[in-house]
Protein backbone atom coordinates (compact mmCIF):
# COMPACT_ATOMS: atom_id res chain seq x y z
CA UNK A 1 0.00 0.00 0.00
CA UNK A 2 1.34 3.27 -1.49
CA UNK A 3 1.65 5.62 1.83
CA UNK A 4 3.64 8.70 0.20
CA UNK A 5 2.34 10.84 -2.39
CA UNK A 6 3.68 13.56 -4.15
CA UNK A 7 1.46 16.87 -4.31
CA UNK A 8 0.32 18.15 -7.85
CA UNK A 9 -0.20 21.60 -6.55
CA UNK A 10 2.02 24.45 -6.01
CA UNK A 11 4.13 23.18 -3.29
CA UNK A 12 5.45 20.09 -4.99
CA UNK A 13 6.00 18.36 -1.52
CA UNK A 14 6.14 14.74 -0.40
CA UNK A 15 3.88 14.12 1.96
CA UNK A 16 2.30 11.02 3.67
CA UNK A 17 -0.85 9.96 2.07
CA UNK A 18 -3.17 11.10 5.28
CA UNK A 19 -2.03 14.78 3.74
CA UNK A 20 -4.57 14.26 0.54
CA UNK A 21 -8.06 14.33 0.80
CA UNK A 22 -10.06 11.33 -0.54
CA UNK A 23 -11.39 11.56 -4.35
CA UNK A 24 -13.06 8.66 -4.18
CA UNK A 25 -13.14 6.32 -0.70
CA UNK A 26 -14.58 3.41 -2.84
CA UNK A 27 -11.78 3.34 -5.25
CA UNK A 28 -8.93 4.40 -2.41
CA UNK A 29 -8.23 7.12 -4.97
CA UNK A 30 -6.74 10.52 -2.95
CA UNK A 31 -6.87 14.01 -4.47
CA UNK A 32 -3.88 15.29 -6.59
CA UNK A 33 -3.20 18.40 -4.23
CA UNK A 34 -2.36 17.84 -0.81
CA UNK A 35 -4.59 19.68 2.12
CA UNK A 36 -2.63 22.39 2.77
CA UNK A 37 -2.57 23.46 -1.52
CA UNK A 38 -6.29 22.81 -1.66
CA UNK A 39 -7.26 24.91 1.36
CA UNK A 40 -4.99 28.12 -0.26
CA UNK A 41 -6.54 27.40 -3.10
CA UNK A 42 -10.47 27.05 -2.02
CA UNK A 43 -9.41 30.83 -0.21
CA UNK A 44 -7.90 32.41 -3.19
CA UNK A 45 -10.69 31.22 -5.29
CA UNK A 46 -13.33 32.93 -3.03
CA UNK A 47 -11.27 36.22 -2.23
CA UNK A 48 -11.48 36.33 -6.53
CA UNK A 49 -14.61 35.69 -6.57
CA UNK A 50 -16.54 37.15 -3.41
CA UNK A 51 -18.88 39.25 -5.18
CA UNK A 52 -20.46 36.29 -6.88
CA UNK A 53 -20.58 34.58 -3.81
CA UNK A 54 -22.36 37.39 -2.19
CA UNK A 55 -24.63 37.79 -4.42
CA UNK A 56 -25.82 34.43 -4.71
CA UNK A 57 -26.20 34.37 -0.86
CA UNK A 58 -28.46 37.73 -0.93
CA UNK A 59 -30.00 36.18 -3.74
CA UNK A 60 -31.02 32.93 -1.87
CA UNK A 61 -31.71 34.83 1.85
CA UNK A 62 -34.13 37.34 -0.22
CA UNK A 63 -36.28 34.56 -1.76
CA UNK A 64 -36.35 32.64 1.41
CA UNK A 65 -37.02 35.78 3.37
CA UNK A 66 -40.09 35.99 0.96
CA UNK A 67 -41.34 32.64 1.01
CA UNK A 68 -41.11 32.46 4.90
CA UNK A 69 -43.32 35.75 4.66
CA UNK A 70 -45.97 34.52 2.66
CA UNK A 71 -46.19 31.16 4.42
CA UNK A 72 -46.56 33.07 7.54
CA UNK A 73 -49.49 35.55 5.87
CA UNK A 74 -51.09 32.04 4.50
CA UNK A 75 -50.81 30.76 8.45
CA UNK A 76 -52.28 33.75 9.49
CA UNK A 77 -55.32 33.56 7.19
CA UNK A 78 -55.90 30.28 8.20
CA UNK A 79 -55.37 29.95 11.92
CA UNK A 80 -57.69 32.67 13.74
CA UNK A 81 -56.88 33.88 17.39
CA UNK A 82 -56.57 30.84 20.06
CA UNK A 83 -59.17 32.56 22.42
CA UNK A 84 -61.91 34.71 20.62
CA UNK A 85 -61.65 33.35 16.92
CA UNK A 86 -60.61 36.64 15.62
CA UNK A 87 -59.61 36.08 11.98
CA UNK A 88 -58.32 39.27 10.95
CA UNK A 89 -54.72 38.56 9.90
CA UNK A 90 -53.93 42.63 10.36
CA UNK A 91 -54.77 42.47 14.27
CA UNK A 92 -52.78 38.41 15.21
CA UNK A 93 -49.84 38.06 16.20
CA UNK A 94 -47.77 34.48 16.43
CA UNK A 95 -45.35 33.13 18.67
CA UNK A 96 -42.51 32.88 16.23
CA UNK A 97 -40.07 35.75 16.17
CA UNK A 98 -39.10 37.51 12.94
CA UNK A 99 -35.18 36.60 12.99
CA UNK A 100 -36.82 32.94 12.57
CA UNK A 101 -39.38 34.26 10.38
CA UNK A 102 -36.26 35.74 8.38
CA UNK A 103 -33.48 32.92 8.76
CA UNK A 104 -35.10 29.20 9.49
CA UNK A 105 -35.39 27.44 6.40
CA UNK A 106 -38.73 26.65 4.95
CA UNK A 107 -39.32 22.95 6.40
CA UNK A 108 -37.49 24.32 10.10
CA UNK A 109 -40.50 27.21 9.97
CA UNK A 110 -43.19 25.15 8.93
CA UNK A 111 -42.53 22.75 11.92
CA UNK A 112 -41.65 25.81 14.30
CA UNK A 113 -45.32 27.08 13.02
CA UNK A 114 -46.82 23.74 13.65
CA UNK A 115 -46.09 24.22 17.47
CA UNK A 116 -46.20 28.00 17.41
CA UNK A 117 -49.63 29.99 19.04
CA UNK A 118 -51.58 32.61 17.66
CA UNK A 119 -53.51 35.66 19.51
CA UNK A 120 -54.97 38.64 18.14
CA UNK A 121 -53.73 41.89 19.94
CA UNK A 122 -56.41 42.30 22.67
CA UNK A 123 -55.98 38.58 23.56
CA UNK A 124 -52.42 38.68 23.69
CA UNK A 125 -53.11 42.11 25.74
CA UNK A 126 -55.16 40.55 28.16
CA UNK A 127 -52.06 37.97 28.77
CA UNK A 128 -49.30 40.15 29.45
Same mark, same amino acid.
Given at each position: ?46 ? /?? %????? *?? %?? +??? =???? !? ?8 ? +?? !? ?13 ? !?? =?? !? =? /? *???? +? /?????? %? ?13 ? =???
Amino acid at each position: MVTEKTCKGPCGRTLDVGEFHWKSKRKGTRQARCKDCMRDYGHSHYV /AN %ADQYK *ER %AN +LRL =SSLR !TENRKLVKDY +LL !TNPCGKCQESNPKVL !TI =SV !T =S /A *EINN +L /ATPALQ %ARLAVSSVLCRNCQA =SQD
